[in-house]
């Protein structure tokens, strides 16, 4: 029993809020994500506001990484931090057997937003794990059991998930035996299929896809999972035609489309999901995470069409989690879903992309030779560095890091800017509510931070 003679501590009581003490307990007891532990000296974040972060040292930054790809709100949004804390007075958690308003709430504004026709929920603490609930569903829906995705894609760090996943972070737990099958998706400017147009990369990899389906057994094939726009893997935004080629070649074959939404969903792509670039091409399954509540309490989920849903109407679905629609990752989703709507957050993001990041990032390409390639759309854009633009040798070896990017992040964290790095790309990709002028100043920072490195080297 819990004995309220005691006083209730405050947070600050039980928390050392200093930098110092942070660190040092982190460095003794936290096991950090993707990383030799004993190499890191993990920054430490003590406040955010809106898309600023401040470090331990004092330093204010401004975060044009949105964390991992989800403040899609900017942080300590006041509509979405009042509704975590109304929920936490009122209900903190319900196991997922239950009805809660918040959840089945959170469930019809996402239904509102998804393509036509997926209208059904399946809430799960994450993407990989919404990766491998769409997985699960379209085996059981299809009774076959090969999956079938891209090689510059990311789709989660779990067993299946990163099994699925086609870039280096799959290499580590790669087991071949889990039906997972790679393909090449449309990247022009690295093409695999010696095109020289946007048209030629998009007929010649659906050619591509066909081929694989063909060989691996039509019959065999339970799914294609596809992100929607390649994130991570360098902001690809797939040729026109090429989804819906895909849409068709699944369609002839029964096989289930997959759209992992988790990173370009919920407006990052200046629409509320990137597939609405492909129009009229509807997924069958749909995953998000990350945006879909700003990623203030952590969440996920799989959206579902009717024909998937119908299958488990009668017919136990044999899957779960503990926290499924945790009531407040839940009352976040639909304090975050009903801000983007009242500030036209999604607008704003589609704005930012053509009226500011387009001009601006083309006008620094121009500039600087390391820069091989700026492409994206929305508050979604990645630059692809190269040591020579004539060999398009990238600035730090696939799935790895070089001397010349660490000293471009560093010049750039020097100046206030917080960048997101991937071998040798940097991904520009702040809140979606980030104001104009800021992307501006941003991309000005990077400039100087790209000059600076590339006349010292
Ligand atoms: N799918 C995509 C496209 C992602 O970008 C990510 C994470 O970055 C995931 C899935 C995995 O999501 P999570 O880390 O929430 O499991």
Same mark, same amino acid.
């Given at each position: 029993m819990t004995d309220t003679t005691l006083a209730v501590p405050s947070l600050s009581e039980l928390v050392d809020p200093s930098a110092e003490r942070a660190y040092e307990l982190d460095r003794r007891h936290v096991f950090h994500s993707w990383s030799a532990q004993a190499q890191i000296k993990p920054m430490v974040v003590t406040r955010a506001e809106g898309s600023y972060v401040w470090d331990g040292d004092g330093n204010r930054l401004l975060d044009f990484t949105s964390q991992l790809v989800f403040t899609n709100m900017g942080h300590q949004h006041p509509r979405i931090v009042r509704a975590i804390q109304e929920q936490a007075a009122e209900l903190c958690t319900v196991a997922p057997g239950y009805v809660n308003a918040a959840r089945s709430e959170a469930a019809r504004l996402i239904a509102s937003h998804t393509p036509d026709g997926l209208d059904k929920v399946f809430f799960t603490n994450g993407g990989a794990d919404a990766n491998e609930h769409a997985i699960r569903m379209a085996r059981l829906h299809t009774g076959r059991t090969k999956v079938l995705s891209t090689y510059r894609s990311y789709h989660g760090g779990t067993h299946l998930a990163v099994n699925v996943t086609g870039d280096p972070r799959r290499w580590a737990s790669d087991n071949g035996s889990t039906g997972t099958v790679h393909f090449f998706g449309p !990247?022009?400017?690295?093409s695999a299929f010696h095109a020289t147009t946007e048209a030629e990369e998009c007929e010649r990899a659906l050619a591509h896809l066909e081929q694989v389906v063909t060989l691996e057994g039509p019959g065999t094939i339970a799914a294609i999972v596809l992100e929607s726009i390649p994130g991570t893997a360098g902001i690809m935004i797939p040729p026109p035609g090429y989804l819906a080629g895909v849409r068709a070649l699944c369609d002839q074959h029964g096989i289930v489309l997959i759209a992992d939404e988790v990173m370009a969903g919920f407006g990052r792509a200046?629409?509320? !999901? @990137? /597939? $609405?670039? @492909? $129009?009229?091409v509807v997924p069958d399954l749909l995953t998000f995470a990350k945006g879909v509540n700003s990623g203030y309490v952590p969440m996920g989920g799989v959206a579902i069409n009717e024909e998937i849903a119908a299958t488990f109407d009668d017919r136990v679905y044999p899957g779960g989690l503990t926290y499924s629609g945790h009531p407040l990752a839940s009352a976040a989703a639909v304090a975050t879903i009903r801000a983007m709507e009242d500030e036209s957050v999604v607008e704003h993001a589609a704005a930012l992309g053509e009226d500011v990041f387009a001009p601006r990032l083309a006008e620094l390409a121009g500039a600087h030779?390391? /820069?091989?390639e700026v492409r994206g759309t929305g508050a979604f854009w990645a630059i692809e560095l190269v040591s020579d633009p004539s060999t398009r040798e990238p600035l730090a070896p696939y799935g790895g890091s070089s001397d010349a990017m660490n000293s471009i992040v560093a010049g750039c964290k020097k100046r206030g800017l917080l960048p997101f790095v991937n071998y040798n790309r940097i991904h520009l990709v702040p809140p979606l509510n980030t104001a104009a002028e800021l992307v501006e100043e941003a991309i000005g920072t990077l400039g100087e931070a790209i000059a600076e490195a590339s006349a010292s080297a």
């Open positions: !990247f022009l400017y690295r200046g629409k509320w !999901f @990137a /597939i $609405e670039h @492909a $129009e009229g030779d390391w /820069i091989g």
